[in-house]
């Protein structure tokens, strides 16, 4: 089983900027994808982002304001996010897959962010 940890999370203010991180550690074979997911309170699970060595993907309500990237191709990925808004609070988990024809697999504990007005 893969461990993801991820951290950054915090209480901010509406407009302000958090960066999320994840990591596995002593897992050293890479990740084909990784990904950002968060739930809101009451609310389903949603997909944030996504990256592989080629290709990012957003969900809409966060495109062009937040950013996905594995800068030394390894497991270690981050979420950028700026102009947070209050809609944007809830639970934020680090995710991973391994098999390119799969479904995320891997899961971390999830990291708090909440956005005050």
């Known amino acids: 089983q893969v461990m993801l940890v991820e951290s950054g999370g915090g209480l901010v203010q509406a407009g302000a900027s958090l960066r999320l991180s994840c990591e596995t550690p002593g897992h050293t074979n890479i990740i084909y994808r990784m990904g950002w997911f968060r739930r809101a309170p009451g609310k389903e699970r949603e997909f944030v982002a996504a990256i592989t060595r080629s290709n990012t993907e957003y969900a809409n309500s966060v495109k062009g304001r937040f950013t996905i990237s594995r800068p030394n191709a390894d497991n270690t990925v981050f979420l950028q996010m700026n102009s947070l808004k209050v809609e944007d609070t809830a639970v934020y988990y680090c995710?991973?897959?391994?098999?390119?024809?799969?479904?995320?697999?891997?899961w971390g504990q999830g990291t708090q962010v909440t956005v005050s007005s």
């Open positions: 995710a991973g897959n391994s098999d390119p024809f799969g479904t995320f697999n891997y």
